[in-house]
């Protein structure tokens, strides 16, 4: 898999980042296993949070071996500083590292959560001291409301952002395109997740994936490839697959050919056709 810089954080990583998710209940051989296969096919990015299950505890070993070759990011959706510096100290442990190459806001849903975390007391205390002391080397946001994201890289200039760039919600909604817009203007790095997303679970679905909270794309190969170059076509630099390995190691196997075919007419129409059957199925 071919790299490239994310946005201005002088970080070559591959264009598909490993989610923590992949680990979570997972035996521990097996997380070894999957962490393997990411480095030996080119996988230099791994991010993960507490909010994951068990996920920390089965990354931490899994990765130590290859540590100084990666990049790892994580997250807290702690607000208030005193919370989240006891989130990062115990993900430091979990994790069997001393350091993070980006530690980021995780999940600000509302303003009420940009404000919070901005506040006096605020979660941003705990990263920008983190920062300082060379314990975090950039600082990023995770959002699923492109405004609320705003709002926050109003305030501190980030790094990286983590949003759905989804087709889906992209064409279903044209919902994130401000915030597009903004992280290409910045040169922020842009991480898209949902990549393979389609909709909500209906009720009495049969789960293929349990761990995914909406329906992803499996089972079509041209779906998942023309989901995927629609996520690059938007500036995503990476994506970050549904927290499941089937759909980790089929956006691995074709992103380098996304890459080099890129979003055209007939795609984007093919997309169109393949949209939920309404605002209420999309899955944000």
Known sequence: MRKIILGGTGMEIGR??????????????????????????GVNYFDVAPSYGDSELKLGPALFPYRKNVFLACKTAERTAEKSKIEFE????????DYFDNYQLHALSASEDADAVFAKGGAMETL?????????KRLGLTSHNA?????????????????????????????????????KEKNIGLLGMKT????????????????SWCRIVYGDDRLGITAVKYTLSRGAHAVVPPGNFDSFSFCLRHIDACADNPLNDEDTAYLT?????????IFN
């Not at 115990?90 to 590292?97: P, V």
């Not at 393979?196 to 761990?211: I, S, T």
Request: glycine share 8%; with cysteine; charged share 25%.
């Open 90 to 97: 115990n993900s430091l442990i979990r994790l069997k590292t």
């Open 128 to 136: 920008i001291k983190a920062k300082a002391d060379g314990r975090v």
């Open 196 to 211: 393979l997303a389609h909709r909500k679970w209906r009720d009495g679905e049969e789960r293929a994936y349990p761990k």
């Open 147 to 183: 405004e609320t994201a705003l709002i926050a890289l109003n305030r501190y200039d980030f790094d990286t952002v983590m949003f759905p760039v989804n087709w889906a919600l992209g064409l279903g909604t044209a919902f994130e395109g401000r915030l597009i817009a903004y992280c």
């Open 16 to 41: 598909v980042v490993f989610g923590g998710i992949i680990c979570m209940n997972e035996e521990q051989r097996d997380a070894d296993a999957q962490v393997a296969y990411a480095v030996e096919n």
């Open 273 to 281: 056709a393949m949209l939920p059957d309404g605002p209420e199925q």
